[in-house]
């Protein structure tokens, strides 16, 4: 991440353009959704973060579609495919008790219910919109994890710990 991005957590990704009047498409990662008129910042592999505000927002076909003030035309909108979207923490609503920020967990360590360690989760991914956790294991093989509800246990950030439930056979997998 951009320094200049510190202290923000990542949102969602701009994808395509759609249409000819600047309207995005993006994968948005949070369960808080957007609002017009909320500040968020742009950064691509190119530059950034670049400050925005939302004009305008739809659902369509599982995805939102967004404006930006100043992203008035297709080709201004092309420019920002690829874009990871952030905003500051300070502007996001109070996380419930049994919730945390996803950028928050890259580091704990994941382990099953009977405290066999399986490793450290190292990065978070999001192919086909799923929510998949790139865990590290002691022989630095990666092990891709399904981070559905059903297959988590417990979450402990003050204890860097995360307990799993894995689908059976998931683990098997990996030691073939």
């Known amino acids: 991440m951009n320094p200049d991005c510190a202290g923000m957590l990542q949102m969602g990704m701009i994808g395509r353009a759609h249409g000819i ?13 957007p609002k017009v008129n909320d500040r968020i910042f742009l950064q691509s592999p190119q530059q950034g973060p670049l400050s925005f505000i939302i004009s305008g927002l739809r659902p369509h076909k599982g995805r939102l579609l967004m404006l ?3 992203v008035n035309d297709r080709s201004t909108a092309e420019k920002l495919n690829g874009s990871k979207i952030f905003m500051p923490r300070d502007q996001l609503p109070p996380l419930a008790e049994n919730e945390v920020y996803l950028q928050d967990l890259p580091g704990c360590q994941v382990i099953l ?19 998949i956790w790139a865990i590290t294991d002691d022989s630095r093989r990666e092990i891709l994890f399904p981070a559905q509800a059903c297959f988590i246990e417990s ?4 204890n860097r710990r995360i307990i799993i439930s894995p689908p059976e056979g998931l683990l098997d997998i990996y030691d073939a």
């Open 113 to 131: 219910p009977n405290g066999q360690t399986v490793g450290i989760l190292d990065h978070i991914e999001f192919p086909a919109n799923q929510e």
């Open 21 to 33: 009047k600047g309207e995005l498409t993006v994968d948005w990662h949070a369960n808080a959704t």
């Open 155 to 158: 979450i402990d950030l003050q």
């Open 68 to 70: 930006l003030e100043g």
